[in-house]
């Protein structure tokens, strides 16, 4: 009986030794995918404000994004929404997505009121994405956020982490992105939410073309 356990185990052990090995050998699989500096400037009812910002080295030498967007669009209402995305080649090397949790309070925001909120895309399945009502100073927004990538969409870091190790052995892929949207709260939160919800709705039906699913 001792025996068979052994053969067992050490035929697990050897299988996913193999599995390791040709993981490491074959790298990532190739994906198609468009720049983010070709996202479209209209979104929607959305159109783009101003140029395209850009971080100075020293954040992208924390950030380690593969390629990223940072763009403010206007809607009709003239309402100004900030909409950012981060995208990696690969994680298998350490470089990732920069969680919100992390990086604001860090860079002196207060966050606070956490909840969620259902994106609705038209002609597409439904998403939970974080909210969250971010402070600095006399500077209050509205923050949403959520992790893309390989025919996922999760509001959980977490998930998207365990998404992460099970599509790289099943898929041969650990691309992926966060994408963050903020837009200022004066007057009325719900206006800001509902505005922030709807730019979500209309990008994530564009986004596949830049963070392949």
Known sequence: MKIW??????????VGGLVVNAWEYLGEARVERKELRAFPKQVGTWEQAGGDKQFNNETMAVL????????DYRGADGRTVNFYVGYY???RDGATYHSPLNCLPGAGWVMS????IT?????????VAN???????????????????RGRTVASEYW???????DSVSMRRSDGAMVRITTPV????????????NLAAEASTILPEFIPD
Do not use: C, H, M
Request: glycine share 6%; no cysteine; hydrophobic share 45%.
């Open 89 to 91: 080649a690969s994680q």
């Open 131 to 149: 909210r969250y009502i971010i402070q600095n100073g006399a500077t209050k927004d509205l923050l949403v956020y959520w992790y893309q990538g």
């Open 119 to 127: 994106i609705s895309p038209k002609g597409k399945a439904p998403f």
């Open 186 to 197: 004066t007057n009325s939160e719900p206006a800001a939410l509902q505005a922030a919800a």
């Open 160 to 166: 998207g982490k365990i998404y992460t190790v099970v």
């Open 113 to 116: 009121e956490p909840g969620s």
């Open 64 to 71: 380690k994004a593969s390629d990223y967007l940072l763009r």
């Open 5 to 14: 356990r052994f053969a067992i185990l050490f035929s697990l052990i050897l």
